[in-house]
């Protein structure tokens, strides 16, 4: 079958609304653990698609099977070339959980799915483990960055993990051994739900595990030690975090100017002139779903903040290599922008201004008398507000200690209409 896609919002189709596509979340034990409503779906379907692993747990299929293509995108536009011809998706567990699922339903109505869920990997980790699954923070590194667990890794916390493949659990053990993390304790659980299925215990500091399924979910106690590297909840992360060659908003500052940046939940920021990244990470880090597209034009420093992302864990924070206004065509709408550098050169402020939403926030820190000069001006145009903020830090002077003074700076804050 050659894939194509019917239009290019499926969900405006004029196709009737009635249900043609199933998908079954299957386990380990098969058919055995599929219920009947699930199984008579299953064989009455014209086309099963799945993975080789869950095509063969269903076996033995009466009807045409497909193994789900790759790369894995080519497998949508297929599934839509069938609207109203009965079809089956399999997938691993609950589909809506870090499945295929959502993606699904992104291009497909909801009442044209009828769906049967098997137990989550997650759901069956923290059954095995005795936890409550609401108490636990769940963490997907499949086919994702493994530093993207950074940030969950907080003291006394219990973390449920899917692995990428059976190197994974190794991989956190080592990650946390950095962090000051030895003493947590580190549960693999193989191929639950099924014959093969596995529990091994282990501690972060002397993690011996071999020959581990790939189908495997780790799950953490984190225990941190009095000098473990744990990501703070608050902004303001201390500057020596940061790999940076200067061009660094100090500690003190950037808590200052990520309260005026005001982020939300979901949000998009652009940093403008990111330097070591480090207002972008900060944002990153105040929600999960959080993401910052940061604009800095030298190489090395680009390289260098995306460093700085992985080693706090801040993996949605995506580095452009080049030179604002230029730089910034094509960019999806931010909520909100920080330009940190380059504010007084021509078409910066233009550019941003007139991509960011309305009820986006925008902040401006000046150092230089040119750029506060250019600060007075457009809030006599556009208004917001504007504060001097000055930093001293205690600093040994000789034998004895004295207060040093920072370059003061001018921010400006503005709300777009």
């Not at 199933?22 to 086309?47: H, P, V």
């Not at 936890?131 to 590194?141: A, D, K, N």
């Not at 920080?338 to 925008?362: Q, T, Y």
Request: glycine fraction near 12%; aromatic fraction near 6%; charged fraction near 20%.
């Amino acid at each position: 079958m050659s894939p194509f896609t019917l239009n290019s919002d499926p969900k405006s189709s004029t196709t009737p609304s009635r249900p043609w596509l199933t998908i079954i979340g299957i386990g380990e034990d098969g058919r055995a653990g599929l219920s009947a409503a699930a199984l008579a779906a299953l064989d009455g379907a014209e086309l099963v698609i799945g993975g080789a692993r869950h095509l063969e747990l269903a076996a033995p299929l009466a009807v045409r099977a497909l193994v789900w293509p790759s790369p894995f995108a080519e497998g949508y536009p297929m599934i839509l070339a069938r609207r109203g011809q009965p079809t089956c998706v399999l997938a691993t567990g609950d589909p809506f959980h870090y499945g295929v699922g959502a993606e699904l339903a992104r291009r497909i109505p909801a009442d044209e799915i009828v769906s049967f869920p098997h137990a989550s990997a997650f759901s069956l980790a923290a059954a095995r483990m005795g936890w409550s699954l609401p108490e636990c923070e769940c963490v997907s590194l499949h086919g994702r960055a493994l530093e993207r667990i950074i940030p969950h890794l907080q003291p006394g916390a219990r973390l449920l993990a899917l692995s990428w493949d059976g190197s994974t659990p190794g991989k956190l053990a080592d990650l946390m051994m950095r962090r000051g993390l030895g003493a947590s304790a580190i549960t693999v659980l193989e191929a639950m739900g099924g014959p093969r299925e596995r529990i091994r215990h282990a501690t972060a500091s002397d993690f011996g595990l071999a020959e581990i399924d790939p189908l495997n979910t780790v799950a953490i106690e984190v225990v941190a030690a009095g000098d473990a590297r744990i990501v703070p909840l608050a902004p303001g992360l201390p500057d020596s975090w940061f790999e940076n060659d200067g061009q660094l908003t100090k500690a003190e500052m950037r808590a200052l100017t990520l309260a005026a940046l005001s982020p939300k939940a979901g949000e998009l920021l652009w940093d403008i002139g990111a330097g070591a990244g480090s207002v972008g990470i900060e944002w990153c880090l105040r929600h999960p779903r959080n993401c910052c597209i940061g604009i800095e034009e030298r190489e090395e420093r680009a390289e260098r903040a995306r460093r700085n992302a992985a080693e706090l864990g801040a993996m949605a924070l995506d580095i452009r290599l080049g030179r604002a206004p230029e730089a910034l065509g094509g960019l999806p709408a931010p909520d909100a922008v920080f330009i940190g550098g380059g504010a007084s050169e021509p078409g910066v402020f233009d550019a941003a201004w007139a991509a960011l939403k309305s009820g986006g926030r925008l902040v401006i820190n000046a150092i230089t008398l040119e750029t506060e000069t250019l600060l007075g001006t457009l809030h006599a145009r556009y208004g917001g507000a504007m504060r001097r903020l000055a930093l001293s830090r205690l600093e040994r002077v000789g034998s004895m200690h004295g207060w040093r003074g920072a370059m003061p700076v001018t921010q400006w804050v503005v709300i777009k209409p």
